[in-house]
């Protein structure tokens, strides 16, 4: 998330580099670890609410967590990270 992230804002630059954070309770943590390491490269920071850009991290019931990076409601970056774990082939 970290790395897919910090390239999408250092190639599209945010307006005010802030995002203020829409979490639940099981991603709010590494929302927040994945916002200090891009802050640390692009300089983005989080700012209370409200504000117009928000990072949105979800899980969800399929093993996955969804985050996405909105401006004004508009979809800008997003990126899905899933654990369950794909069969292997039996060849």
């Given at each position: 998330m970290t790395t897919s992230?910090?390239?999408?804002?250092?190639t599209n630059p945010l307006e005010e580099n802030a995002v203020c954070l829409d979490t639940d309770v099981e991603t709010r943590p590494y929302a927040?670890?994945?916002?200090?390491e891009?802050?640390?490269i692009t300089g983005t920071r989080e700012v209370p609410?409200?504000?117009?850009?928000?990072?949105?991290?979800?899980?969800?019931?399929d093993d996955a967590w969804n985050f996405q990076l909105?401006?004004?409601?508009?979809?800008l970056w997003h990126s899905r990270l899933s654990f369950r774990e794909r069969?292997?082939?039996s060849r």
């Open positions: 992230l910090s390239i999408h804002l250092l927040k670890m994945v916002l200090e891009i802050s640390r609410p409200p504000c117009r850009q928000i990072l949105r991290t979800r899980a969800e019931p909105l401006s004004g409601g508009k979809v069969p292997v082939n």
